[in-house]
C-alpha cells in the first residue's frame, strides 16, 4: 500500500471511530441536543434503552456505509462507468422488493427466522444487477454508460412498482413501517442482523481484495484484462455477485438509501488514485463515516423529529450526480 493510502486509511479510521462514539453521545432530550460522554458507563449498567436502540444504530451505520461504498466502487469499476451506484442500476431496488415482499408474509419470517431477510434482499438484488447487465449490452456485447443508465432506469421502474403494488396490500400499520423504511434508515436494526451483516461484509471484502490485481486489469478494459490473463466475463459475474452481496446486506439493515455508492468512490479515487489495492481499503472507511455522520445529522438536526437518512444521502448525492452527469454529456460531443 503506499504512503498516501495508508495515511488515509488512519485518518480516515480515526475519524470513524471518533464519529462512531459521538453519534452514540449524542442524543436529544425535550428538543434539545444532549451530549452525554458517559453512554459507556450507562452500558455496563446494562441500561435497555441505550443497549437496544441507541446503541446499534451505530454500528448500522458503519456496515451499511461500508457495504454502499464497496458496492458501488466494484460496480464502477467493472462496468468503467462513473455514474453506477447501487441505488441508480435498481440493485437496491431489487433487494427491497424481496424485503417488501417478505414484509407482506409476516408468518413465514417468524417461522423461517431473521435470517431470511438478508438471503432474500440479496437475491433480489442479485437478480436486479443481472437483468441490468443483460439488459445493458450493446452490439457485441459492450457494455456502455447510457445502456446502464437506461437499463437501471428501466430496472427501478419496475421495483417500485412491485413494491407500490405490494405496499397496497398491507395494514396501514405495516405501511407506515414499510415506508419508512424504504426511505432509509439503521433505526430497525437488531443484534442478530448486525452480526450476519458483519460476516457479509467481510466475506465479501475479502473476496473482491483477493481480486483486486484483476480488477485493475479489467479497469483497461476487455482487451487489456485479456493481454494479462483476465476472463473478462468471469470476474464481471463475480463483480456483481459481490456487489449484490454487499447491496443485499445493506438494504437488509437500512433500507434503500441512494448516492452512497455514488459519491464515496469517487472521493476515494480523488484521495488515493485508482488501484483497487488502495481503493478497496479506503472506500469502506470513508462509507462507514459518511452514514454514520448522516445518521446523526437526520436524528438530531430536527429533533426530536427525525428525517429519513435517505434524505440527507440524496441531498449530498444529487449535486453530485448532476456534475457527473454533466461531465458525461460533455464528453460525447
Known sequence: MRRSALLWSCVLGAATLAAAWASV??????????????????????????IFLRLPRMPAGLLVGASLALSGLVLQGVTRNPLADPYLLGVSGGA???????????????????????????????????????????????????GLILAGV???????????????RFDPFRVRVTTLWLAGGVSFASWHQLAL?????????????AR???????ALGRAGAASVGVDADRLLLAAAVAASLLTGAAVSLGGLLGYVGLIVPHGVRLLVGQDFRRTLVVAPLAGALLLV???????????PEELPVGVITALLGCPVLLVLLRAQLRGRR
Open 154 to 168: 428501466v430496472i427501478n421502474s419496475f421495483c417500485a412498482a412491485a413494491m407500490t403494488f405490494a405496499l397496497a
Open 212 to 218: 483486486a490485481h484483476q480488477l485493475n486489469a479489467f
Open 293 to 303: 455522520i448522516a445518521d446523526a445529522a437526520a436524528r438530531l438536526l430536527f429533533a
Open 96 to 146: 427491497g422488493v424481496g424485503v417488501v415482499l417478505l414484509h407482506a408474509l409476516p408468518s413465514l419470517v417468524q417461522s423461517a427466522g431473521w435470517w431470511l431477510i438478508p438471503i432474500v434482499a440479496f437475491l433480489g438484488a442479485q437478480g436486479a444487477s443481472l437483468l441490468v447487465l443483460l439488459l445493458a449490452r450493446g452490439s457485441g456485447g459492450r457494455l456502455t454508460v447510457l
Open 25 to 50: 453521545a449524542l442524543t436529544s432530550h425535550q428538543g434539545r441536543i444532549v451530549f452525554d460522554p458517559a453512554w459507556p458507563a450507562a452500558l455496563g449498567q446494562g441500561d435497555p434503552l441505550l
Open 197 to 209: 451483516a458483519t460476516a457479509l461484509l467481510l466475506g465479501g471484502w475479502l473476496f473482491l481484495r
